[in-house]
């Protein structure tokens, strides 16, 4: 198992006219993917104030509310067979090893304006509804996560 550093990972959401959209960006890595906001961990800092602070540097978005999340032991049976590849530090060939607790969150923005992002770590953005953003997400383990939040939003779990 490889060892990763405490990261957070936010997947932030409006309502657009009644809409409900997602924000991606992509990265502008060798990986070029499309992904929520990421961000390590600094020194003193909570999981939720390493989410916000991520949130603010990588999008401008400030959350009208943010919440972690965690994954029920079924989450992690079976692969979702639509990525491209399954991260080797969460697969091991039969089951997903747990994700680090209380590293995942869920935002809701509520300002009206794009966001300005780093060109150094994202080239471009998108909100879009959930179809497309499961098209545009690269990863097994990444379209997973973004089905159980999408799903945990619109049973009413986060407002």
């Known amino acids: ?54 949130l603010i540097e990588e999008t401008s978005y400030e959350p009208a509310f943010i919440t972690a999340i965690e994954f029920p032991s079924s989450f992690y049976q079976g692969i979702e067979n639509e990525g491209e590849r399954i991260p080797e530090e969460f697969y091991d060939g039969d089951t997903y090893h747990e994700l680090e607790k209380g590293t995942y969150f869920v935002a809701r923005i509520d300002q009206k304006k794009d966001p300005v992002l780093n060109p150094e770590e994202h080239t471009d953005w998108i909100w879009c509804e959930y179809e497309k953003g499961y098209e545009l997400i690269k990863y097994d383990i990444e379209k997973r996560i973004f089905r159980f939040v999408h799903n945990m939003i619109i049973n009413g779990e986060i407002k």
């Open 1 to 54: 198992m490889v060892s990763l550093m405490p990261m957070a990972t936010v997947h932030p959401f409006r309502y657009n006219n009644g809409k409900l959209e997602y924000l991606l960006i992509k990265r502008a890595t060798i990986a070029w993917n499309w992904q929520g906001v990421t961000g390590s961990q600094e020194e003193n800092e909570t999981m939720k104030e390493c989410a916000i602070r991520e």
